[in-house]
C-alpha cells in the first residue's frame, strides 16, 4: 500500500507521516529528491529552488517523473508514505501504477502555518510572512505552468481530507482514516 500526503506548506503533513511511520510505513520524501539533485548541481538548498527544479524536471521527463523516481525505490510487501504530492499528475500516475493508492490532503489556518514555519525554522522555509505569500500561493495552483505546483488540484483528488489546525482533532482524524484503510494493507 502507498499513502500519498498533499497539502499547504506547514499544514502538518510530516506530522500526518510520522503516524504512518510508526505503524511500520517506510518514509520517502519529494523534497529529498529535489535537494539531493539541487546538492549535486551546487545550486542552494531553497523551497524556491526546489520548486523550480521540480518545474523543469516535470517539463523535461514528464509530470510524473518524481512519483516514477519513488516507485524505482519501492520494495515488495512493504508499505509507503510519500510526503508530498504536489502535481496532480503525479496523483493520476500513482492511480495508475499502484494497486492500493490512497491520497490524504492537510490543510491549516494560514497564519497557524506560518506560525509554524518560524517555530520550526526549517532552511528551506520562508522567514517573512511576504515570501511566506509568495511561495504558500506558487505551492497552492501555478496556473501559469502545467508542469508546477498545483496542491490544489491534488487536494480536490483527495480521498480524505484533514484540517490540521487543531492537532487533537487531527489525531483523531487521522486514526478514522487508518480504520478505513488499514484492511487493504497487503
Known amino acids: 500500500m502507498i499513502i500519498g500526503v ?3 506548506i506547514a499544514a502538518g503533513k510530516e506530522t500526518l507521516t510520522y503516524f504512518f511511520r510508526k505503524k511500520g510505513f517506510v518514509y520517502l520524501e519529494t523534497s529529498k529528491l529535489l535537494s539531493e539533485e539541487l546538492s549535486k548541481q551546487g545550486i542552494e ?7 523550480n527544479l521540480g ?7 514528464g509530470p510524473h517523473i518524481l512519483m ?18 504536489r502535481n496532480a499528475e503525479e496523483v493520476y500516475f500513482l ?13 491549516a489556518d494560514q ?4 506560525e509554524r ?9 520562508p522567514k517573512k510572512w511576504e515570501e511566506f505569500l509568495r511561495v504558500d500561493n506558487r505551492d497552492f495552483f501555478d496556473e501559469k505552468n502545467p508542469y508546477g505546483q498545483q496542491v490544489k488540484k491534488c487536494m480536490e483528488l483527495a480521498d480524505f481530507k484533514i484540517d490540521n489546525t487543531n492537532l487533537n482533532e487531527s489525531f483523531k482524524k487521522i486514526e478514522e482514516i487508518w480504520d478505513k484503510i488499514k484492511n487493504f494493507a497487503d
Open 117 to 125: 514555519i518560524l517555530k520550526r525554522n526549517k532552511p528551506t522555509d
Open 68 to 85: 516514477q523516481k519513488l516507485l524505482e525505490k519501492i520494495e515488495p510487501n512493504k508499505n509507503y508514505i510519500i510526503d508530498s504530492i
Open 111 to 114: 497564519k497557524v502555518r506560518f
Open 45 to 51: 538548498i531553497t523551497r524556491w529552488n526546489q520548486q
Open 6 to 8: 498533499t497539502g499547504r
Open 95 to 107: 492511480r495508475k501504477n499502484v494497486k492500493n493508492f490512497f491520497l490524504i490532503a492537510v490543510d
Open 55 to 61: 518545474d523543469e524536471l516535470r517539463k523535461k521527463y
